[in-house]
């Protein structure tokens, strides 16, 4: 079936960029998302990707996709201590009509 | 900005006991989803429904899970003889389309069985 694979974890200081990775396997996916949870709260969707575009830039938010590597990476510039939250990587896949999530990568800022 | 409410946002119920966990999707999607989120672990795919039918269910949902859109802007859960296991964020999402570029979750229901 799908996977969705994530680091757990990602430090960063106040200051930096913040990069986090996922790799995927689902050929037929049609968009990729990035979502961020903080404790105890929902989902909230950062952005999206649809499979045929490279690269989506949004404010301090940067989406790179590499379709033939099923690799998809989010940046964050100027990383703040109110971004530390966990980070999801989704795919959407067409063939599946659902979605499916990566583990998390659980983002640290220290000031 | 159109939301998907979920209510309510946590419910404690006894083990055994059934409950029902209510979403309210955007008003023009036709898509609807439930995911559960168990503590500490990734978001998974319950079941999805269209067209007032389950178009697609995981090995999760099994018998004792069922939804309803009952009365055309309600979607429900209904959870019976829950387990301790059956603990988690339930969360709600509703699509425009089957390519879901309006697609957005509800905040979540966590559920509590005590």
């Known amino acids: 079936g799908e996977d969705v694979e994530q680091s757990l974890f990602l430090s960063v200081r106040e200051g930096d960029s913040s990069v986090i990775n996922c790799t995927y396997t689902d050929s037929s996916s049609t968009y990729l998302y990035w979502y961020k949870q903080e404790p105890g709260a929902g989902l909230q969707l950062l952005t999206y990707i649809f499979s045929n575009m490279d690269m989506k830039q949004d404010q301090r938010l940067t989406v790179l996709l590499n379709k033939k590597d099923k690799h998809l990476s989010l940046r964050i510039a100027d990383t703040q201590t109110g971004d530390s939250a966990i980070y999801f990587c989704?795919?959407?896949?067409?063939?599946?009509?659902?979605?499916?999530f990566g583990d998390g990568t659980t983002l640290t800022v220290k000031p | 900005e159109p939301e998907v409410t979920q209510t309510p946002s946590h419910q404690v119920t006894q083990m055994g006991q059934e409950v029902i966990l209510r979403c309210v999707p955007i008003s023009n999607h036709l898509y609807f989803y439930w995911y559960r989120q168990i503590l500490g672990q990734k978001v998974e795919f319950l079941v999805s429904?269209?067209?007032?039918?389950?178009?697609?269910k995981s090995e999760i949902f099994d018998d004792k899970f069922s939804v309803e859109r009952p009365d055309g802007s309600n979607f429900t859960l209904k959870i019976r003889s829950t387990k301790l296991e059956d603990s988690a964020m339930y969360f709600c999402?509703?699509?425009?389309?089957?390519?879901?570029?309006?697609?957005?979750f509800g905040s979540g229901t966590r559920l509590t069985v005590v």
């Open positions: 999402a509703s699509s425009d389309s089957f390519s879901p570029y309006g697609y957005t």
């Open positions: 429904f269209y067209n007032n039918e389950i178009s697609e």
């Open positions: 989704a795919e959407f896949g067409a063939n599946a009509g659902k979605s499916t």
